[in-house]
């Protein structure tokens, strides 16, 4: 328990055997009651190497998407009565130490939500980044700012914490079929701007692995499209 708040950290995972260890591993267990691993159809042995470390592990048994992956985590998370919800990358991208960045703003200041940025004053990024991420990364944020009237410097940050009893909202439908991939948590941060719940952002660390182990898997023009969909579609009103 951090601050009388309980804590869970999910991290949404597909083959990454050579990383997961190494990201449960690494959270503060003073810190984060459980850690989460959500396997999304692996065929190496993530979920063996995460269970290792200490994770509790659920095996969706098929590749359904990174969305659905953490729609399960969130879906846990609102049925064993945790209060915040921390998602992280599976491939060891982000710094699990730095989670109590995303906490205190809740814990402290009572925000809702909070965003990792890489681009705020002590945040940093490194590593081997495709160049297509530099671009996305950097674009995307001015698109969402600009559609929702909200300034944020980073918005496909997957390193986030949220208060679990926002994802009861009503207003905000994270069943929809069309959300299982990168689009869940791209419409959950448009959403939460958009229904002016109280968020913010705070620097984090963001560090590329080696190319030869893997260091991302999103594939240029087909998954960027799922990450701006969400944009167009609740900026249009085609979706809610």
Not at 75 to 97: F, H, L, M, R
């Amino acid at each position: 328990m951090y601050k009388g708040q309980r804590i869970i950290l999910i991290a949404p995972a597909y083959n990454e055997e050579q990383k997961i260890g190494e990201v449960v591993r690494r959270v503060p267990r003073e810190i984060v009651d459980s850690v989460l691993v959500i396997d999304d159809g692996s065929t190496d042995r993530t979920a063996e190497v995460a269970a290792r470390q200490g994770a509790k592990v659920i095996e969706l048994g098929r590749v359904c998407g990174v969305g659905a992956a953490i729609r399960h985590g969130y879906q846990y998370a609102q049925q064993c009565s945790y209060d915040i919800v921390v998602t992280i990358a599976g491939n060891n991208k982000d710094s699990p130490e730095e989670v109590s960045r995303l906490l205190d703003p809740i814990c402290d200041k009572g925000y809702d939500f909070v965003m990792g940025s890489r681009y705020l004053p002590g945040g940093f990024s490194g590593g081997e980044i495709p160049l297509y991420r530099r671009l996305s990364t950097r674009l995307h944020p001015l698109v969402v700012s600009m559609v929702s009237g909200r300034q944020v410097t980073e918005s496909t940050n997957g390193y986030r914490a949220v208060k679990t009893s926002v994802l009861s909202d009503p207003r905000i439908n994270l069943q929809q079929g069309w959300l299982d991939h990168y689009e869940l948590e791209v419409y959950l941060l448009m959403k939460l701007l958009s229904l002016d719940y109280k968020c913010t952002e705070v620097p984090v660390s963001k560090i590329y692995p080696p190319r030869r182990i893997g260091n991302t898997k999103m594939r240029p023009v087909l998954d960027w499209w799922k990450m701006i969909k969400p944009i167009l579609l609740l900026g249009l009103s085609l979706r809610h």
